[in-house]
């Protein structure tokens, strides 16, 4: 079976718009985030999330080792968090919680105005690059914001659309 080329894969993902999210982990191994926009839901019986992170990264070896995680998904007004979780100011301070407000979960730290999905590991599977880990949600802190949007290499904003009316809707 023939597989996509590669390149006209990347092109068509930079044109699905995600969540910013950072997934933050706490634990035996230590406490570790990192910004990650492969977050899903996956099912509410029971209440379940999955997140993709890559194989061997920091993140995945300490989420894996604490069999614990948050994600936190991100308000609008939180791109300097998002690339502080991405590692982009990493060679100017190695700690990314430094300065970030957050309050302790049994999971990972839940970052302030952040809607926080507080989990525990349910399941692992390794695919390519990647492993997927389904969290089972024991917690969640919904603050209501609008999320912060990634797409094509930049943040955005959701706004909402004015629902068609009836009429338009049939033609």
């Not at 920091?58 to 998002?82: D, K």
Request: with cysteine; charged share 15%.
């Amino acid at each position: 079976m023939k597989m996509a080329d590669r390149d006209a894969f990347i092109a068509a993902m930079r044109q699905v718009a995600s969540s910013v999210t950072v997934v933050t982990t706490d634990g035996p191994a230590g406490a570790a985030g990192a910004t990650v926009s492969a977050f899903s839901s996956l099912s509410a019986d029971p209440p379940s999330v999955l997140v993709c992170l890559r194989s061997g990264s920091r993140i995945a070896r300490a989420v894996t080792a604490n069999e614990a995680f948050c994600v936190n998904v991100l308000p609008e007004h939180a791109s300097g968090t998002a690339q502080t979780f991405a590692g982009h100011l990493d060679h100017l301070c190695d700690d990314r919680f430094q300065g970030i407000a957050l309050t302790s979960s049994r999971s990972g730290p839940v970052l302030d105005g952040a809607t926080a999905f507080i989990c525990t590991v349910g399941n692992t599977l390794v695919h390519g690059t990647h492993t997927i880990i389904v969290g089972n949600a024991m917690d969640i802190q919904n603050t209501g914001l609008r999320p912060l949007t990634y797409m094509d290499g930049a943040f955005h904003a959701v706004r909402p659309q004015q629902p068609l009316s009836g009429e338009q809707q049939c033609r």
